[in-house]
């Protein structure tokens, strides 16, 4: 059996969307069936914090909803505005380990809850700390191949554009 997936360390330098940013805050979840997953929450030192999740070498970004925007919960949908979102399966996460700034805030709980859902806009996630009041949306986006580099996968990147733009000058 492989080693377990060691995820980004703490201040890791990561490029996205062609920002460096650093590893701020990072969560290892694990699921009801043993996968591994981390979330990161990811800094430049300037704009609002970056989340994002990774599970099983895919990365999604978590976009939260303002405190204020409260959608409305109904059976097995949530409404926001006009857009409906319906209930497509339940993540039982416990937390295995939190370093730095929790990202998104998540509760200093030992499990969340998550709440997957389907609707015209794409994914939206509920979750919750069992045993509080307190719950979080985010709108889901899986990232695209090369959206998300280290920061030696972007200077490895730059050098090869370097030397293909310098061989057509020849």
């Known amino acids: 059996m492989g080693a377990a997936p060691a995820g980004f360390p703490l201040d890791a330098e990561l490029v996205y969307q062609r920002k460096t940013m650093r590893v701020a805050g990072r969560l290892r979840l694990e699921g009801a069936s043993g996968q591994l997953s981390f979330r990161y929450q990811l800094s430049d030192g300037a704009g609002a ?13 978590l ?19 006009k857009e409906r979102y319906t209930l ?6 416990k937390i295995v380990e939190a370093l730095g700034q929790v ?26 700390a069992p045993g509080t009041q307190r719950q ?21 990147a730059r ?12």
């Open 49 to 61: 914090p970056v989340v994002l999740e990774e599970a099983e070498g895919r990365y999604a970004l």
């Open 63 to 81: 976009r939260p909803f303002p405190p204020a925007a409260r959608p409305q919960v109904s059976g097995n949908t949530i409404s926001v505005g």
């Open 88 to 93: 497509v399966g339940t993540r039982r996460l």
């Open 103 to 128: 990202p998104a805030g998540a509760a200093k709980a030992p499990l969340l809850l998550s709440g997957m859902f389907e609707g015209p806009k794409g994914t939206l996630m509920r979750e919750l």
């Open 136 to 156: 979080t949306y985010f709108l889901v986006k899986p990232l695209r191949g090369g959206e998300l580099l280290t920061a030696a996968q972007h200077a490895a």
């Open 159 to 170: 050098a090869a554009s370097r030397r293909t733009a310098g061989e057509r000058d020849d």
